[in-house]
């Protein structure tokens, strides 16, 4: 069953600006991932960040996590025409180690 | 690129053709996934091996059939497909039962067409 549900679908900005994407999930959790996937390619992990950590940095890359709303933010900062590409959270389900993913945010930048 | 290399990229073959995917991993990870992605879908778990053993079979069709001869190589084998199986499959790889944290490492993917 499908765990996280990324918020919104679709996102278009200009090159320069902030993208700001947001996962929701059902049950509790020990982590959550962040992937990203160029068109028709495979996905590439892009961050994890454990249940008992609030924010982490990777680059332009800031998440946040909230466990009393079981959400999490990314955020790409000063975007670019090569961060486009869909986002996807992933959340293990019940206590299972295998990441659920969900529909992704198609994030497309405008050069 | 990432560790996981799959074969063929591209793949086109008619509903009574036999043909397999196959997904090798360097990584010395214990689990392997296959995964199915169609448009406008939510990533579909469909297999997942760890330490060789299959462990999940997410309500698959019996016309996919995975092998896993070892913990770097894993296969899709296909035969008689309808169209509505046309979709990318991505194999993935992970430490498995034994990690904590499991990130996944993809390969690149096989488009496939059912005519």
């Known amino acids: 069953s499908q765990q996280g549900e990324e918020d919104p679908q679709a996102l278009s900005i200009q090159e320069g600006e902030n993208a700001t994407m947001n996962c929701s999930y059902k049950t509790s959790i020990n982590n959550l991932q962040w992937y990203r996937q160029n068109s028709g390619r495979g996905l590439v992990h892009l961050i994890l960040?454990?249940?008992?950590?609030r924010e982490k940095h990777s680059g332009r890359l800031r998440v946040t996590l909230d466990t009393s709303k079981k959400s999490s933010s990314l955020l790409i900062t000063a975007s670019r025409a090569a961060d486009t590409a869909s986002y996807f959270c992933?959340?293990?389900?019940?206590?299972?180690?295998?990441?659920?993913f969900g529909r992704g945010t198609s994030l497309i930048v405008h050069p | 690129e990432t560790g996981v290399t799959q074969t063929p990229r591209h793949l086109v073959m008619g509903m009574t053709n036999k043909k397999s995917l196959k997904c090798e991993q360097h990584?010395?990870?214990?689990?392997m996934y296959w995964y199915k992605q169609s448009a406008k879908k939510p990533l579909e778990l469909m297999f997942v091996y760890n330490f060789k053993e299959q462990t999940e079979n997410n309500s698959v069709p019996s016309r996919f059939s995975p092998e896993c001869p070892n913990s770097s190589h894993l296969f899709l084998h296909l035969h008689t497909l309808q169209p509505e199986d046309s979709a990318l499959y991505l194999c993935?790889?992970?430490?498995?039962?034994?990690?904590?944290?499991?990130?996944?490492?993809f390969g690149p993917g096989t488009r496939l067409t059912v005519l």
């Open positions: 960040i454990r249940s008992n950590e």
């Open positions: 992933a959340t293990p389900t019940g206590g299972s180690y295998i990441p659920t």
């Open positions: 990584l010395g990870h214990n689990a």
């Open positions: 993935a790889s992970s430490q498995g039962s034994g990690g904590v944290y499991n990130e996944q490492f």
